[in-house]
């Protein structure tokens, strides 16, 4: 894939929050059409219970990627642990955006990097990976989507609710990316290079490998920040992957 590249995660669009709608469209504006292609690597969106709920912020969004992608960017969409029931009629709707499954292999004219939302690395948290089981099962959520609107807001309200409370009581630790998760799935792919998002920690993490990965013995793992007090990018350039934030 020819450079540059943008990658953006964890947004968590939601009518509450207009700020950090308007700071996607200003970044939408300021990049139309000088960029190869935008990943956005999950939780787009705070909650998604069907491509059925059509709302004015999810239209608005439509158009404004639609807009973007017109003027020359191919659009990438990875399910986040927010809006995994994001589906073909919504990407469509957003100027033919490309659903992407994770672990996600992106070739580029420098390097190979895996692509990930980064939910499924938390493994220590075996909580939320029993409910992540659940809710990504092709069944469950099929029957989901049967239910009505109604009842599917009552499931999303009460299930955001019931995780506010455990990650209250939750450490930090526990909810971050499990470093033996990481390498695991490198180590799986092949791969050296790592993006991810979910964790809100925005940060370049260099890993030591022994034994090495193709001829490797460091990794790099780069996560990607969550837009709340200010807004994350990284952008991948002539071979340079660097990470970028701007006030909301």
Known sequence: MTEPILFISDLHLEESR??????????LEQHAGCCHSLFILGDLF???????????????????????????TQLYLMH???????????????????LIREPYRLETDTCTYLLVHGDSLCTDDT????????????????????????????FARQARQESQVAIADKSMA????????VIE??????????????????AFHNIELDPPIAGQNKATRLVLGDWDKAGWYARL????????????
């Open 18 to 27: 207009p700020d950090i709608t308007a700071a996607l469209l200003r970044f």
């Open 46 to 72: 705070e909650v998604w219970i069907g491509d059925d709920e059509s709302t004015t912020l999810t239209r608005q969004v439509a158009a404004a990627l639609e807009k973007f992608a017109k003027l020359g």
């Open 80 to 98: 986040g642990n927010r809006d995994f029931l994001i589906g073909e009629t919504y990407a469509q709707e957003c100027g033919g955006v490309r």
């Open 127 to 154: 909580e939320y990976q029993q409910f992540r089981s659940m809710v990504r099962d092709p069944h469950w959520q099929k029957d989901f989507l049967t239910q009505s609107l109604t009842a599917r807001r009552d």
């Open 174 to 181: 526990i909810m971050d990316v499990n470093s033996d998760s």
């Open 185 to 202: 799935l490198l180590r799986s792919q092949q791969l050296n290079s790592l993006i991810h998002g979910h964790t809100h920690r925005p």
């Open 237 to 248: 350039a002539e071979g340079n992957l660097s990470l970028h934030n701007f006030r909301l």
